[in-house]
């Protein structure tokens, strides 16, 4: 199974300083959260963050044995710590995948897509779930804890955008409203989606998958 990684686990995963360092300032407003009860974040990294990049992952892997796509990669150097001795490795970082057919291609990336906006939904809920949890608590629990709702409400906001983000690409998808590129492998033309990022210039556009995993304003 080939993953498809953020832009910036690439950047943490050289340095273990770094990499801890990003541990904790994940994990330090996950206690917080948990401590007062806002399961939202908790939801949302298992189903944002795990479930469903674990799943796009495998199921590329398998219509990769199928033949239905290639994985565009290439190869970098990175420093990797043994034991904390510095040694430099060679790796094939995946950018994208090809499909041979353009209407798989639209069929599973707008499938990844409804799916990542269904999630969205749920964490939006878990959210709700929160915010009028602590809503009505508010006034037989300590000062320290009213800090629950308003978090509630900032994950509420959050999960909001990044539902609209992935409807607005689900529908993208549906449409074709995208950039193809072609190329080809052993004679047999390939290709491979690509979206507008907002507010750039010069038409600058990225792999549809990274703008789907990838928080980014739309």
């Known amino acids: 199974m080939i993953a498809y990684p953020p832009p ?15 541990v904790l300032v994940c994990m ?26 674990v799943w796009v992952s495998m199921r590329l892997s398998g219509l990769a044995v199928r033949n239905k796509l290639v994985y565009d990669s290439h190869s970098e150097q990175r420093t990797v710590y043994v034991q904390g001795i510095p040694v430099s490795d060679t790796v094939s970082a995946l ?38 949890q602590g809503a009505t608590a508010w006034q037989r629990v300590p000062d320290w804890q009213l800090l629950a709702p308003v978090m509630a409400g900032g994950l509420l906001v959050f999960f909001a955008w990044r539902a609209r983000c992935c409807f607005a690409l689900w529908q993208q998808g549906l449409r074709r409203q995208w950039q193809v590129g072609v190329v080809s492998l052993d004679g047999v033309p390939a290709s491979a989606a690509y979206v507008s990022v907002p507010g750039a210039g010069g038409g600058t556009t990225v792999p549809y998958l990274e703008a789907l995993l990838t928080p980014r304003g739309r």
């Open 8 to 22: 910036f686990f690439s950047y943490y995963s050289g340095s273990p300083l770094k990499a801890i360092a990003w």
């Open 28 to 53: 330090l407003p996950l206690a917080v959260t948990m401590l007062l009860d806002v399961r939202s974040a908790l939801g949302g990294i298992a189903l944002l963050g795990v479930l469903h990049p």
């Open 95 to 132: 950018r994208n995948v090809f499909f041979y057919s353009a209407e798989d291609m639209r069929d599973e990336l707008t499938r990844f897509a409804c799916v990542r906006f269904l999630l969205c939904l749920v964490c939006m809920g878990l959210a709700v779930r929160d915010l009028l």
